[in-house]
């Protein structure tokens, strides 16, 4: 390794910089307000822990994304998290063991194997929220709720959210018999959209000609809120749980779109992000500008059964990084105070008093001015008649 190669950090890996940093952190900062006065307490998991309990219940793809290590105190094998999401999970079924709802939310980074885009990061800062105990639509409906208000508090102007239920796909797969590699190579057809490898597919591996018509009309079931009046009619033989899942979008669509007009809501019924342990709805917010989703959700009943506790859950996770890239909005900033260098105690006891009511205050080294100073300073603080005050610059 060369003396220039060791300041390169790996692909997908990087510094963050002082004026990108303070717009991360105010983002931060203002998703956790928000959370808060919508009555989520905030937990902070550990960055690492044993993949027994960091990996149960969420599939193949968390797997694959999630850094292991070796613990050499146990021998045992250590995930660096990849999802905050299993973390709450078990806080909420060891931890806590609430009998009622329990509402938690988080912010921290979480790493990466591959980048989700091709230019992104492998280690995002997220934030989110997770709410156990509600199994009613009236708990799905708060999480996208907040997910939109979300998405307002960081200055996102075009809300895009696309809902999908991964009930209407498991029913009609366990009607059509498939066995789970006919499962698995449907549902990867089905991400393609490739209508006619889908209809071939299905002509070759379903007999009921019933189904089979069915899930050939899944990837055509994609638009606004009137496709979901059209999945009745074309989904009207399907067992009673599609309609279910049905009448569950259709509700969760009348009160978001009375609640946020501005929100242009996209409904997939072959859409299957995070099938593998998703239960229920599913969604992602989508942003202009932005090749993959800025946030996702979505309902993952019976996660806590691995812990002895099994909860509904629903909840979604918000990339504030991604945000960053696409808003870029200047932090707040009311100046600071530049204190020329001084031995005086008086000097030092007026510093306290300024930065304890809130103003930031930089000292200066002997022979340095306000203009050898990497800050935002637009006063300074001078010696008057007796005692030191603060005059613009």
Known sequence: ??????????????????????????LRRR???????????????????????????????????TFKVTDQLSGRTLGIRADITPQTARIDAHSLKRSGPARLCYAGHVLHTRPKSPLGTRSPIQAGVELYGEASVNGDIEVISLLLASLQACGLEQLNIDLGHVEIYRTLAAEAQLDKGQERAFFDLLQ??????INTWVDKNVGSAEIAAMLKALPTLAGSRQILSEARQILAKAPAAVQEALDTLDAIAAVVSERFPQSNLYFDLSELRGYNYHTGVVFAAFAPGYGASIANGGRYDHVGEVFGNARPATGFNVDITAIDGLVKAPAASSGAIFAPATDDGAQWDTVNRLRAEGEVVVCGFEGQSVADVNADCDRQLVFEAGEYRVRSL
């Open 1 to 26: 390794m060369t003396y220039a190669d060791r300041w390169l950090l790996p692909d997908g890996v990087e510094d963050i910089l002082p004026e990108k940093a303070v717009r991360i952190e105010s």
């Open 31 to 65: 998703l956790l307000d928000l959370y808060s006065r919508w009555g989520y307490e905030l937990v902070i998991p550990p960055l690492i822990e044993y993949t027994d309990s960091l990996l149960i219940g969420l599939g193949r793809d968390i797997d694959l994304m």
């Open 192 to 197: 393609t959209k490739a209508t006619s490898d």
